[in-house]
């Protein structure tokens, strides 16, 4: 059984990790002119790979709650 919100999250940090290693690939072969935005990128992609690693963290403690009070 695959729980919604953890297969969501895992996707956003997966898709954050993506974004995160084309944007350094980008930075290391373009020119400095493009540095500002990279940056940019890269700061947005760690953002959401952190937001994501939050809402699985919350729904495994949820999870643990809910097991917890039906033992």
Partial sequence: MT???LSIAAA???SGAN???ASARR???GSLDDL???SVEQ???KTDFA?????ARTADDMMGTLLDVLA
């Avoid at 937001?51 to 809402?55: D, F, G, M, R």
């Fill in 27 to 29: 930075t290391a072969s």
């Fill in 3 to 5: 729980i919604p919100p």
């Fill in 36 to 38: 500002a935005v990279e």
């Fill in 19 to 21: 974004r995160f290693e």
């Fill in 51 to 55: 937001a994501n690693a939050a809402v």
């Fill in 43 to 45: 700061i947005r992609a």
């Fill in 12 to 14: 956003g940090m997966q």
